[in-house]
């Protein structure tokens, strides 16, 4: 199944405090209702109610449920950025890591749909592509890594870890997630090494 791109100027007035409010309120209507409904049986109707929004509004802002899921993807690949960027500039990892996974664990009925749904993709294209313009501004640990290169492993490596960890029962413990982030993506970014490429 391919993935809708993210919609970036679909709004007439991407500013507008109602039509942001509407759009808003329909991702959060999405995100209640993946609570307790798998992705395929929720319908558009159900959506724009849960969001207490009307029908047509639904369709001024979104072409159809999965274009909507890709911009709830891009606005949850967003929220976790925010919380993982203090690693780019040389912060603890194990606390921001933490933080990062209490992010996914309070949503987890939702990453766990957009991770195995036709948005994983969309999310790991939107989170490379976040991790790279961090990259270029921020200063590295090692900078001798093509930024295009970390992005992408980086990206492609904590969704991995992420879907794994929420295929495993709902009481595996966080702090084995954090180890694994840790030792797998956060060390190799943030640890300094004297590499020379030719």
């Known amino acids: 199944m391919n993935s809708p791109a993210i919609p970036r100027n679909r709004l007439s007035r991407p500013h507008d405090r109602r039509a942001v409010k509407s759009r808003e ?10 609570d307790s409904h798998s992705f395929e049986d929720i319908t558009i109707k159900e959506i724009t109610a849960a969001a207490g929004v009307s029908y047509p509004v639904f369709f001024r802002q979104f072409t159809s449920k999965e274009e909507l899921l890709a911009d709830l993807a891009a606005s949850e690949v967003h929220g976790l ?32 749909t957009l991770l195995t749904a036709g948005s ?40 991995e870890i992420l879907a794994w960890w929420l295929n495993q029962p709902e009481d595996y413990p966080v702090g084995n997630v954090v180890r694994i982030l840790d030792a797998l993506i956060a060390q190799p970014l943030t640890v300094s090494q004297d590499i020379q490429l030719d």
Not at 82 to 88: E, H, R, T
Request: net charge positive.
């Open 120 to 159: 994983a993709s969309v999310m790991r294209g939107e989170f490379a592509r976040i991790s790279a313009e961090i990259g270029n501004t921020e200063p590295r640990a090692n900078p001798w890594l093509p930024v295009e290169l970390a992005s992408s492993f980086v990206a492609a490596g904590i969704f």
């Open 25 to 34: 309120a329909l991702r959060e209507g999405l995100f209640a209702l993946l």
């Open 81 to 112: 950025l925010a919380l993982g960027q203090p690693l780019v500039g040389g912060a603890r990892p194990k606390n921001t890591l933490l933080d990062m996974c209490h992010y996914v664990q309070r949503r987890r009925p939702l990453w766990k």
